[in-house]
């Protein structure tokens, strides 16, 4: 079967570019296919590059992967183009943030009443949305009929702006409706028995469904509530130690009572400044760690990613100094633990 190409921009993600290049080995219909990975930094492209090569060639995937620092070079003739980048990255992230606080944005968040988990609206986003836009003006260029594929934030407000002012081919995709996953379990459910359907958008997701074995379970979750929530609550406040775990947050169930729906995924941690006001009442709503959008809370983030970033390079580049055996297994062990914190962390 003939197969198509793949460019990904913000390949040098490793988190994301890792999981991604451990899909397409796997999806055998994808096979053929050209998957050309760009990114600025010539460093992580090659880290990324090279255990795609070899994941590739240990699960025998019949995929042929290409590395590129330009952009336009990796958008030129594809199907489809993937879209992970950050602007600047999170150390230019920083030093906006830091602007915006000392002008008055605490957190360098500004008036937008759900948009608490970020600034994308201020200083950091004319920068992201200018490089989606370049995106989006290089397919029309050199592959008009390539489906763009945006998973880099603002989802919405990217897919919204592309759209609208290009004529390339846009789907926004978030998987934060799979946190109700997180809800089942802790409210003792099998997932199988369980059917859920989520609406919204990027970071505002509710679920308008919810049911157990074919009948509402929404009566489950009040019990919960009424008869659990503080016991919940107080053993998850002495060991919650993840500031992205926060579905049954008192946040979520304060939203659920609220609105009559229940957030989903990335959208407990908007809401109103009701849960934002400052580091206290982040800490009332969010947890010990005051959720991921707080001081502590995202300091947490930033220190814990550091460290597994650097636990991934290392592995992927001892992979060169191993058996062939043995440096498969680092590379597959790699791409399931950055599976596995994009769940947790998403």
Known sequence: MPGVKIGVIGAGSIAWASTLVRDLCLTKSLWNSTVSLMDKDNERLDLIYGSAKRYASEVKAELKFEKTTNRAEAVKDADFVINTAMAGGHQYYERMRALSEKH??????????????????????????????????????????????????????GTTLVSRESKAKVIGLCHGHLGYHEMTEVLGLESKDVEVVSAGFNHVIWMTKFQHKGEDAHPILD????????????????????????????????????????????SVRGGTWKYHWNLEVKKKWFGPTGGPDSETGWKLYLSGHKKWLNRVIKAIRNQTKTSHKTGSSQIKRGICRANNRLNSER
Do not use: C
């Not at 970020?118 to 004319?126: E, L």
């Not at 009929?145 to 998973?151: E, G």
């Open 104 to 157: 008055g944005y605490y957190r360098g968040i500004n008036s937008v009443e759900w948009n608490m988990i970020s600034d994308y609206h201020t200083i950091w986003g004319y920068y992201q949305f200018r490089l989606m836009m370049d995106v989006a003006r290089d397919i029309e260029e050199s592959s008009p009929d390539a489906w763009l594929l945006l998973l880099a934030n603002p989802v919405f407000d």
């Open 223 to 266: 019990e919960w509530i009424e008869e659990k929530a503080r016991k919940y609550w107080r053993t998850w406040y002495q060991k919650q130690t993840n500031p992205f775990d926060l579905q049954m947050s008192p946040a979520a169930i304060d939203m659920y009572r609220t609105y009559g729906s229940v957030p989903v995924g990335d």
